[in-house]
């Protein structure tokens, strides 16, 4: 009994430290095949978010069945009445150059990997579409895509 407490506070202390006030829009778009195709183009909103003037974060979570080493994709931000703001390609490294080791933090065989997009957002985007740019029709491995924007 003692030890399912002890586990129920460790986990509780867990959450509460996880949580932190660093941003101000965080949203990941689960990809239920696992297998990112070049139509699934993945939008958030963020007509709550005001004046973004701040860094903002691509994040992918992904599996052993990734065989690239990075991905690219399009970033696409529009304003509040749908006028194309910015359209930009990035490359996002998934896999240290050198070692071929996964960047971000893992558990079992899932990485999760945030990486800084080298733009800012204009600050009257009010949403951002994501479309893999890996000239294959289907990403296999890929079972998330976040966008994350920091204070």
Known sequence: MNRVIALLLLVCCGLFSSCTED???EEFQAIPTQNWGMEDSLH???KDVEG??????????????????????????????????????INVPLFDSKTGEPLGDGFGSTYT??????????????????????????????EAVGLKILK
């Not at 991905?71 to 390609?89: A, E, F, Q």
């Not at 990486?115 to 890929?142: A, C, E, H, W």
Request: aromatic share 14%; glycine share 4%; proline share 5%.
């Open 23 to 25: 941003r101000v829009f």
């Open 44 to 46: 958030f909103e963020l």
């Open 52 to 89: 973004i003037s701040n860094p903002g974060m691509i994040a992918f979570r992904f599996n052993e069945k990734y065989t690239f080493s990075n991905c690219y994709v399009r970033v696409l931000s529009k304003d509040s009445i749908g006028n194309l703001i910015d359209n930009r390609l």
């Open 113 to 142: 990997f945030y990486d800084s997009l080298p733009f800012r957002l204009n600050p009257q985007t009010k949403s951002v579409t994501l479309i893999q740019y890996m000239r294959q029709d289907q990403l296999p491995g890929i």
